[in-house]
């Protein structure tokens, strides 16, 4: 069976830092491409970063870009986020999701992680 | 990038059929074949139920089906059962290896 579960959330500062991070089991994570995604309080899903299977290729949303980093971790089949320079808009569910690829393009995430709670304040 | 466009809300009553839009523009929805739909319960995390537009992934029921044109997706619940209420979103490919999310639509089972 293919799972994914999320860690890392916590209570954090504006302005501070917190690792997410997503152990995948039930595929080849090594060569599989794996996304965030996030959904604040009451609000719908916003994509966040993506990686691909090697880990050499990474993408992030305008509204994090140059805060948040995603890297992988493919002898521990763990997908992290890096997240810096928090802010009270950060706050959200962070969900990891695995993409179903097809010949190398991306058709969507086909499973999900039970996601993992951030909360910024003061 | 904007989110896509959906209605905040529709309803149908049990056995009948709904459809849920999606209006993004021609840098997304319209450029490419790479509409998704999710549904997510409450408190629930989502679930991937169409893909490439109107593809349904295995175990998926026969009355979900998606369709698009031109810029606008949609997707639609045929047989509505109690369990369908739920939350659904789309997402589109945006280009440059980014996605964007509908804001989502509450459906109701009356």
């Known amino acids: 069976e293919v799972q994914l579960l999320e860690s890392g959330g916590d209570l954090v500062q504006p302005g501070g830092s917190l690792t997410l991070a997503c152990v995948a089991s039930?595929?080849?994570?090594?060569?599989?491409?794996m996304t965030w995604v996030r959904q604040a309080p009451g609000k719908g899903l916003e994509w966040v970063s993506a990686?691909?299977?090697?880990?050499?290729?990474?993408y992030h949303a305008d509204s994090v870009k140059g805060r948040f980093t995603i890297s992988r971790d493919n002898s521990k089949n763990t997908l992290n986020l890096h997240m810096n320079s928090l802010r009270v808009e950060d706050t959200a569910i962070y969900y990891c999701?695995?993409?179903?690829?097809?010949?190398?393009?991306?058709?969507?995430?086909?499973?999900w992680g039970q996601g993992t709670m951030v909360t910024v304040s003061s | 990038q904007s989110a896509l466009t959906q209605p905040a809300s529709v309803s149908g009553s049990l056995g009948q059929s709904i459809t849920i839009s999606c209006t993004g523009t021609?840098?997304?929805?319209?450029?490419?074949?790479?509409v998704s739909w999710y549904q997510q319960h409450p408190g629930k995390a989502p679930k991937f139920m169409i893909y490439?537009?109107?593809k349904r992934p295995s175990g998926i029921s026969y009355r979900f089906s998606g369709s698009k044109s031109g810029s606008t997706a949609s997707l639609t619940i045929s047989g509505l059962q109690a369990e369908d209420e739920a939350d659904y979103y789309c997402?589109?490919?945006?280009?440059?290896?980014?996605?964007?999310f509908g804001g989502g639509t509450r459906l109701t089972v009356l």
């Open positions: 999701a695995k993409e179903l690829v097809y010949g190398g393009i991306t058709y969507g995430f086909d499973v």
């Open positions: 039930g595929f080849t994570f090594s060569s599989n491409p």
């Open positions: 990686i691909s299977g090697s880990g050499a290729k990474t």
């Open positions: 021609s840098s997304d929805v319209g450029s490419y074949n790479l």
């Open positions: 490439e537009d109107t």
């Open positions: 997402c589109s490919f945006a280009g440059s290896r980014h996605w964007l």
